[in-house]
């Protein structure tokens, strides 16, 4: 049975006439990119020269306009630290969420090349991570035992713990939030756009803005970024 929160929420939604488009596919590949390389791949009887152009002028706008959402977030995550450091409370606070792939995350853990014979687990558990690169702030780890389901329910606890550990460590909440997230299982959905919209209207922060990018394009270089810390 859906919760009282989930009820209201829906109702809502109907009056106000929101919806939003679903589109998951965190890690596989890129249509746009696949198909169109394809054709610049083939070889030249295989193809006609205007399919070739189509194709090519295709993959440049795609490209420029990645790069442009790459850019928008890197000015996010710089302004980020920035403001931490200065500790501009009404500034912009960007982060990055990142759940593991469960395949990833059997403790403890052996690599499947090695995983045999003497060097196998007998038992080994598949804990759920979260990675939260908080820009200014440090990373955030929230750990799940394996019979918890890591939707959106597990993904918005995981964004409420972080808020939580930050704002004791900043001593205020930031008062613009800016998450970004891939299109894993219900990153993007009705209950966190609700959570988020939540904070809002509860006036623990001022607004809320959460991006992802295209599907087999959605951190770039973020994944790697919780070094620079
Ligand atoms: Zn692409």
């Avoid at 996010?76 to 403001?83: D, E, P, T, V």
């Avoid at 800016?178 to 209207?201: K, Q």
């Avoid at 951190?219 to 790697?224: E, F, K, M, T």
Wanted: contains cysteine.
């Amino acid at each position: 049975m859906p919760s009282l929160f989930i009820d209201v929420y829906k109702s809502v939604l109907q009056t106000e006439g929101v919806s939003m488009r679903r589109n998951k596919g965190v890690s596989s590949e890129c249509d746009t990119c696949r198909v169109n390389n394809a054709v610049v791949e083939f070889d030249s009887d295989e193809r006609t020269d205007e399919e070739f152009r189509t194709a090519q002028y295709a993959l440049t706008q795609h490209r420029a306009v990645i790069e442009r959402f790459r850019g928008d977030e890197r000015a996010l995550q710089m302004a980020s630290k920035r403001n931490v450091q200065i500790k501009k409370r009404d500034g912009v606070f960007h982060w990055m969420k990142d759940k593991a792939a469960n395949k990833n995350t059997s403790v403890p853990f052996t690599p499947l090349t090695h995983a045999k014979g003497k060097d196998a687990n007998s038992v080994t558990i598949p804990l759920h991570f979260m990675m939260m690169a908080m820009y200014g702030a440090g990373v955030c780890i929230p750990l799940a035992l394996p019979w918890i389901k890591t939707k959106a329910n597990y993904n918005c606890t995981c964004s409420w713990v972080g808020l939580v550990l930050l704002s004791k460590r900043l001593g205020y909440i930031p008062q613009e939030l800016s998450e970004h997230v891939d299109r894993g299982d219900e990153n993007i959905s009705l209950v966190s756009m609700g959570f988020f919209g939540t904070l809002v209207s509860s006036d623990l922060v001022r607004s809320s803005y959460i991006s992802a990018h295209f599907s087999g394009h959605c951190h770039g270089g973020a994944d790697g970024e919780n070094q620079h810390l």
